[in-house]
Every structure is written in structure tokens, then in C-alpha cells.
């Protein structure tokens, strides 16, 4: 018992010493065990009769195993070697939790073809390539057991399998391989997509999150008992885009505007009324020409383009829109200030009445539409 | 399509077969790390829990993979570039162990001076920078306060680290390419880094002594222009591979008197296991007083490559004293120089009895980029009666004009081992 308390000892020593202080619990395995080991040398054990060791399962299921395969797992070494368990029923090691009896069996597997070093680097990765061929789930649970029992060469296979498998997929696609929840709020979603093709869709797109976010806010903001009224869009994602894309440039037209008054924007409370009505219009232009879509629709979207953590505010970086549309950009906001100013009167009575019809969306308690929602109840 | 979706509940059978997210976090940035950049920041999205699973993965390779690209106008995809890294490493919240920047269309720009900057506040230890186009470009000062750096690799940079620098004490592998630096710069790196093992240097300007003193070095493999070449403290080296890309100089050979470059090159590499000598390092070997044999045979040398000229004098002198010091060869590789002009035929070299059983543990062959003459066929013949245990000989000629003519030679050629194959491999 005592030996077993050094700090180095061969696997084959360790099976001799074992089976020399438990001779009473063993079988009689042991006794021709020792018959070899007096006679033969301690080298020979290994050669002549297979040792097993116990071992339980979280599930509380015994088994024995071959102790020069089992030994191959850091964790079950450490275990007999430190602690000099696994020698009979009462003694077995017990496994980590994350290891049921299916996983220990594949480890087995892979560890008896492995722990012979007869087999060349070509059998032994082509033995691997079979091995990991397994539905995803089982796959999860075998990197699982593998890490519990520190078998790293395992831990590195199943790892890059899972690698291999994720690569290249859209987050459905992996979303429905590996179960995942699809859990993220509409908000979470609503982070900016990180441009990264320069596609100016994704440009607008970021722009219309930030709006809806903006929006999102408000509504947390004024905090309407009633229920909201759900609004079911039809349209399709293509429809969206299409717009977008430039059909009708008054999204686009927004850019410009939108820039510039970013910052005011964001202090909502400290507006004049002009300025107010100038945010105002470009947000019931962006209303009134798109719909700000659905949340499914721009999961869709999302999930078709590059996607990311949140990156940065679109509209306060310089945008490297290309010239011509710039200058198309910048053509549109003039004449729109001009159209603006000369026909004030007639634009607050068209924002007041879009104000009414747009009630369900801005759900605004307030019955004078959208400008009251912007005001600072300080201000009144 | 409805309006907004609330949150799902967690249902039990979804967290049951969700077998994925619950890994340990240490298997999940292993599993990220061997993504791309892209597919693992785009796993922010998958779900709750995948938000920020992707930001503690310690490697983070930017290359012509991440970044896909459809535009063709260079500063935009530039731009593009520099805005991806940046976010990346803006977002990315842990440790950094391996960065590696290497993308086609990047120009030396500020922007790397300040992502270096970035990731030498986090404990790297490998880092690999190849600059595909432009200039050399000048390393920040930052990168040599990375002080766990492990392994270094650069291509197309210039080094001038500051007066400061005291090296890399646990650098251990060290891969310079298309570089620039001084000479006391370049013997200070080798010399202050302690741990090093592995060196390689490939196209360097800037410096022509090698004087290479690195008590741990294992591995050195170099191919570039220089002048001299030396070791020092070099005990543990065992693969070395030396290509020499210019023709020594004309004057070299008669001025630098009759110490032998032969003698100083192996002097202090008594455990070498595997060498190549390429291009016209033979040449460089070659000056001097060559002995017939060095005074303590390389005992350990297994592998040998050497690029010849078979009608050099001096070269086949350096190789025959190469030959007849390492009895335990079991590998020889024997390469032409192709584009030397003849300056004279060199016969009976090869030709004679004295050198009996000197390839006792020979087996493999190969000889390449011979045209025939002569002094090749004496070589192989040679060769070919003096290894007991050749096991197969492999000639590759460098054309096809006189093939036939060499095979006929090769087959009159007595064979010391009745188990060799002689192959004769199409040019």
C-alpha cells in the first residue's frame, strides 16, 4: 500500500503493486497474477493477463475495464495511481457526472485503438475520421465527457469536428443542428450589422434600426398600460429590400438630414419646435414610406447578411456612400429644405393627420399626434 | 410574420437537446478559435447565451479568409479591413495568445502600429505580421514589450527595436522573412533570446555575419545573401539547412588564407542530425585549406543534402571531406548546379580504391539535375561500390538529351549491396 504512495510508477508497477495489496478482494486473477510477477518480472504482467479496474457511472452502473485502456485517460490515471481506487466494487472510480455510460464506451473505443503504438499516423487519423462520425448531439456529449476525463487528444477532435460543422452556416442552420433557443429580444437583434461588404443596404438597414431602436426607447419611455396593437406586415422580405435599395429615395434622402441633427436627436428633450418638426418629418417620411418591418423579417435579413455584436451608431460614421449617389443624396436634401420651408402650413396639417393614422404605431396617449411625443413634459 | 416575438420561455426539451452551449468555456473558445474570424463573431447572434461566448477566444486570425470582399477598389477594401479589426479587438474581452495578420491588400499603415499597441497590453505569445505589399514595414517599438511572445513571425518588416529592448526571454521560435536589420541588431535578438530553437531566416538585408549564439537552438534554416557564417555555443543544433543565394566572390577565395570555412562550420555542431546545404553554400565551404576529413566525425549526422557542382575541384573536395566524416549517413541527396559554365572537367577524381567501405549505413539515394558528364558518373559509380547496404539510388537527370546514354553507363556499374535498386526517374 505504501508503494503506491511514490511519485513515479510505471503503469505496469502500479498493476503489480494493486494486485499484490488487494489480493483478498480480487479474484483469483490476482494470485496467477502474482505467480507471474515473482517469477517473471514485472515487465511480463501486462503481457500475460489483462488487469481490470472498476468503474462507475454517474448513473450509479458498475463496470470493469481494462486498466492499460482505461489508463489512457489522465483522469481514471490520477485516480488509481494518487488515490489507488478501481481495484474492486467497493473501491470503483467514479465519474464525473458529465460522463453516462455510452460516452464512457466510445472513449473506451477510442482510447484501446489508440493507447497501441503500432499504429501509424495514417491508420490512426483515418481510424479518427470514423470515430468522430456521429449525430451533433452525441458529438456535444463526447467533447463533454472527453473534457471531463482530461483526455485532451479527444477534447482537440471532437473540437475541431464541431468547428467544422458550424463553419460556413447561417445562424438558423445552426440554430436547428445544435438546438439552440432562439432567444434574443428584438432589441438585441436590433444591433447594428457590421457593414463589412459595404453592401448600402445594410447601411440603410443600420439606419432603420437605429430609428426603430430610437423608437423602442420611446415606447419604453411613455409606457402604455393598454396592450399595443400588433401589426401584422405582410410584405416580404424582398419587398423591404426593394425598397431600400432605392426605389423611393427618400429613405435615402434621409441620410443627410440625419446626420447632422444625430446628436440633437438623441437629446430628444432640449428641441426647438422647428428642429422638431424637421426630425419629425424625416421620421413620418420614413414611416410613411416603409414600413419599419417586422422583427421576423429583420431576423431574416440579419441572419442572411453578417451579423454581430454591436459595432457603432451607422449614421455618425462617414459613410463612403460612393460620389454619385452622395451627390444625388445631397440634390434631394435641398430641394426638400426648399419644398419645406415654402410649404410649411401644409406639411403640419399632413404630419398632424399622419400623426392620427400612425397613432397605433407610436401608440402615443397623447391625442395631438406625433409632436407631442417629442416635446419634454418639462416644456409644457 | 408576427409583430414582435416575446422572448421564449426556455422549455425543457429545448435545454435538453441543447447540448452545445453548456460546454465549458474553455472548450467553446477551442471551438471558436479554429472558426474564422467571421463565423465566430457571428455566433453572437445564435442565442442568449452565444452573445459574447465568441469575445474570450484567445487566437484571432485576420487573413484573406475573414474578410470577403467584393469591391475592387483598394482603399475601400482597405477600409474595410481596418474596420473589422478594429472592432474586432475592440469588442474581443480577454487575453489574446495568438494574433495573426496577413492579408493581400494590406499596406503598411498606422492602423497596424495601433493594433500592435493593443494586443501587446495582453500577454501574447504568438504573433505572425506579413505585410504583402509595399515597404518594409517598420515595427512599432510595443511589440518588443511583449515579454511572453513564444513564437515570431514576420514577413516584409523592418526591425529597429529601441535601446531598451532586452530581448524575448521565452521566445522560442523565431521566423524572419523579407526583413530588414542591423547587425548588432540582428546579434542582439539571437543573443538575448535565451530560449530560442528554432530560427529561420529567409531574404534578409541589412546584416552579413552570421554569428549565431543560441545555446538552445535546434532548428536553423536560412537562405539569403551573407558573408560569413558562424556558430557559437551551438550544441543542441540538429537541423540545419543553409542556402547560400549568391556565388562567393572571386577574391574570397584567395584572400581569406587557409583557414578552412569547413572546419569553423562544424566545429561547434557536434550533434547535428540532418543537414542541407543549398545553392552555393558548398562554394563558401569550399574556401580554404580543405582537410580530407574533420577532426570529430559528425556522428549524428543521418540526413545530408548538398547542391554540387561535380566539375568544381574545390567543391568535390569539401564534399568527399563531408562524406568521409559522417559514417552513420543513411540519407544523400546529391544536387547539380544546374547554371554553372564548365571551367574545366574534373575526371579521376572519384575513381579510386582508397575510399573503401565508407558508406556503412547508406540506403537511400537520390541524385538530380545531372547532365552526364563524366565526373557525375564517377560519383555514382563510386557511391554505388562503396554502400554495403544501399537499398535504392534514384537518378533524375536534367534533361532528356543523353538519357539513354546515362542509362547505359548506370547499368554497367557494380553494385557493393545486392539489394540495390537503381531508378531512373524522368527529368
Request: charge should be negative; include cysteine; proline fraction near 5%.
Amino acid at each position: 500500500m505504501s508503494e503506491l504512495n511514490m511519485a513515479v510508477i510505471k503503469p505496469e508497477e502500479v498493476i503489480s503493486h494493486v494486485t499484490a495489496s488487494y489480493r483478498c478482494s480480487f479474484s483469483s486473477h490476482v494470485l496467477i497474477v502474482e505467480c507471474f510477477v515473482l517469477e517473471e518480472g514485472w515487465g511480463r504482467v501486462l503481457e500475460m493477463m489483462k488487469s481490470y479496474i472498476w468503474i462507475e457511472t454517474a448513473d450509479g452502473s458498475l463496470q470493469q475495464v481494462e486498466q492499460e485502456v482505461a489508463m489512457f485517460c489522465p483522469f481514471i490515471c490520477h485516480e488509481v495511481i494518487q488515490k489507488g481506487m478501481g481495484s474492486s466494487k467497493n473501491h470503483a472510480i467514479s465519474l464525473p457526472q458529465r460522463v453516462n455510460p455510452a460516452m464512457l464506451s466510445l472513449m473506451l473505443d477510442y482510447c484501446r485503438f489508440h493507447q497501441v503504438p503500432g499504429h501509424s499516423n495514417k491508420e490512426r487519423k483515418s481510424f479518427d475520421e470514423k470515430f468522430i462520425r456521429m449525430d451533433t448531439k452525441r458529438l456535444c456529449e463526447l467533447t463533454s465527457a472527453a473534457d471531463s476525463l482530461q483526455l485532451k487528444p479527444l477534447v482537440d477532435l471532437t473540437s475541431r469536428a464541431l468547428a467544422r460543422i458550424i463553419e460556413g452556416k447561417t445562424p438558423e442552420e445552426i440554430r436547428e443542428i445544435f438546438h439552440l433557443p432562439d432567444d434574443l429580444t428584438e432589441e438585441e437583434k436590433l444591433e447594428p450589422l457590421k457593414n463589412i461588404t459595404d453592401d448600402p443596404r445594410i447601411r440603410l438597414l443600420n439606419r432603420l434600426y437605429a430609428k426603430k431602436r430610437k423608437e423602442l426607447k420611446e415606447r419604453e419611455r411613455i409606457k402604455n398600460v393598454e396592450a399595443e396593437e400588433e401589426r401584422v406586415d405582410d410584405r416580404s422580405v424582398d419587398d423591404l429590400l426593394s425598397f431600400i435599395n432605392g426605389e423611393d429615395s427618400k429613405g435615402i434622402k434621409t441620410s443627410k438630414n440625419r446626420k447632422k441633427n444625430r446628436r440633437k436627436k438623441d437629446q430628444l428633450k432640449n428641441t426647438s419646435p422647428s428642429e422638431v418638426i424637421e426630425i419629425n418629418e424625416q421620421e413620418s417620411n420614413g414611416l410613411k414610406g416603409s414600413d419599419l418591418g417586422e422583427t421576423s423579417e429583420k431576423q431574416d435579413v440579419t441572419d442572411e447578411m453578417f451579423a454581430s455584436k454591436p459595432e457603432f451608431d451607422d449614421g455618425d460614421v462617414d459613410d463612403e456612400i460612393d460620389p454619385a449617389l452622395k451627390e444625388k443624396i445631397d440634390r434631394e436634401v435641398e430641394d426638400f429644405a426648399r419644398r419645406l420651408n415654402s410649404d410649411w402650413p401644409e406639411r403640419m396639417q399632413e404630419i398632424l393627420s399622419l400623426g392620427q393614422d400612425m397613432k397605433a404605431l407610436h401608440h402615443s396617449s397623447n391625442g395631438n399626434g406625433t409632436i407631442r411625443k417629442y416635446t419634454d413634459p418639462e416644456q409644457k | 410574420m408576427k409583430h414582435r416575438e416575446p422572448p421564449k420561455l426556455p422549455c425543457k426539451i429545448e435545454t435538453e437537446q441543447d447540448k452545445l452551449s453548456n460546454l465549458p468555456a474553455h472548450v467553446i473558445d477551442q471551438i471558436l478559435s479554429q472558426l474564422p474570424v467571421k463565423d465566430a463573431v457571428r455566433t453572437s447572434i445564435l442565442s442568449r447565451k452565444w452573445r459574447y461566448k465568441w469575445a474570450t477566444i484567445p487566437h484571432l486570425v485576420f487573413d484573406n479568409l475573414c474578410i470577403s470582399v467584393s469591391s475592387q477598389d483598394q482603399i475601400l477594401v482597405r477600409n474595410k479591413l481596418v474596420n473589422v479589426v478594429d472592432h474586432v479587438l475592440l469588442l474581443h474581452n480577454g487575453p489574446i495568445f495568438k494574433f495573426k495578420l496577413s492579408h493581400q491588400d494590406l499596406l503598411g499603415v498606422t492602423d497596424i502600429d495601433r493594433w500592435i499597441l493593443h494586443i501587446s497590453r495582453s500577454s501574447i505569445k504568438e504573433f505572425v505580421l506579413e505585410i504583402w505589399k509595399g515597404q518594409r514595414y517598420k515595427v512599432p517599438s510595443s511589440l518588443f514589450c511583449c515579454r511572453e511572445l513564444i513564437h515570431l513571425e514576420l514577413f516584409n518588416c523592418l526591425l529597429k527595436p529601441p535601446t531598451t529592448f532586452k530581448g524575448f526571454r521565452n521566445l522560442k521560435s523565431l521566423d524572419l522573412q523579407h526583413i530588414t536589420l542591423a547587425q548588432n541588431v540582428f546579434e542582439k535578438l539571437i543573443s538575448s533570446c535565451p530560449m530560442l530553437e528554432r530560427l529561420t531566416l529567409m531574404n534578409f538585408d541589412g546584416f552579413s555575419h552570421l554569428n549565431i549564439d543560441a545555446p538552445n537552438l535546434q532548428f536553423f534554416d536560412i537562405g539569403g545573401v551573407f558573408d560569413d557564417v558562424s556558430f557559437e555555443n551551438t550544441f543542441n543544433l540538429a537541423l540545419v539547412s543553409i542556402g547560400l543565394y549568391v556565388n562567393v566572390k572571386k577574391d574570397q577565395t584567395l584572400v581569406l588564407g587557409s583557414s578552412s570555412k569547413l572546419l569553423r562550420f562544424f566545429v561547434h555542431l557536434p550533434h547535428i542530425r540532418r543537414l542541407e546545404i543549398q545553392s552555393y553554400f558548398l562554394k563558401y565551404l569550399a574556401i580554404g585549406n580543405v582537410p580530407s576529413r574533420l577532426p570529430r566525425p559528425c556522428a549524428d549526422l543521418n540526413y545530408l543534402s548538398v547542391r554540387i557542382n561535380f566539375n568544381d575541384p574545390k567543391e568535390s573536395l569539401a564534399a568527399l571531406c563531408l562524406l568521409r566524416s559522417c559514417p552513420n549517413l543513411q540519407e544523400l541527396e546529391m544536387l547539380a548546379r544546374p547554371e554553372e559554365t564548365c571551367t574545366g572537367t574534373l575526371t579521376d577524381f572519384w575513381i579510386g580504391d582508397h575510399w573503401s567501405s565508407m558508406f556503412p549505413q547508406l540506403r537511400v539515394v537520390k541524385i538530380a539535375g545531372i547532365s552526364g558528364i563524366r565526373s557525375e558518373l564517377d560519383f555514382i559509380n563510386f557511391l554505388l561500390s562503396n554502400s554495403p547496404v544501399l537499398e535504392r539510388v534514384t537518378v533524375k537527370p536534367v534533361s532528356v538529351d543523353g538519357g539513354w546514354d546515362l542509362m547505359k553507363e548506370l547499368l554497367r556499374f557494380r553494385r557493393a549491396s545486392t539489394r540495390a535498386e537503381v531508378i531512373y526517374s524522368d527529368p
